[in-house]
């Protein structure tokens, strides 16, 4: 599941606006920029791969293109989403999350799984409580407006 700019509930991601020098730090780089992003997704994925949280979400994978697929597609989509480089977008040419999801059915039980296994690899990989907020509020937004099933 991916989403608009931390902060933005629209559901397609807008271009960074610029930014001044005394800007609060961009969620790129409080995740650790593109090292940080790539674990945070291999470590979300491993979740949802070996572990009994992520059981609803793999299956859901396996369905549509798999998660080797996704751990790559979400990791573009996050770069952009976290305001660094818009690598999905410029791969895909748009960034509208209900367009990359309408062929999966996403009831409220895949959604709040994907957002638990999400704050799961948050904490393993570290970031402090104050960013993960910052990150799991956007995340919870568009989630919930990717449900399409009851």
Known sequence: MTAAPPGNASHAA?????????????PYDLVGGEK??????????DIIEREPEGRVLHVLHLRGHGVAHSRIEQ??????FFAGPSLYVQ???????RQMHEHVEIDAEAKDAWLNCMAIAIDRVGLPADIKARLMAPFARVATLLVNQK
């Open 75 to 80: 990791f573009n989509f996050l770069s952009g």
């Open 36 to 45: 940080g992003l790539r674990n945070l997704v291999e470590t979300f994925y």
């Open 14 to 26: 807008e271009p960074n606006p610029p930014r001044s020098a005394a800007a609060e730090p961009l």
């Open 91 to 97: 791969k895909h040419g748009h960034s509208d999350v």
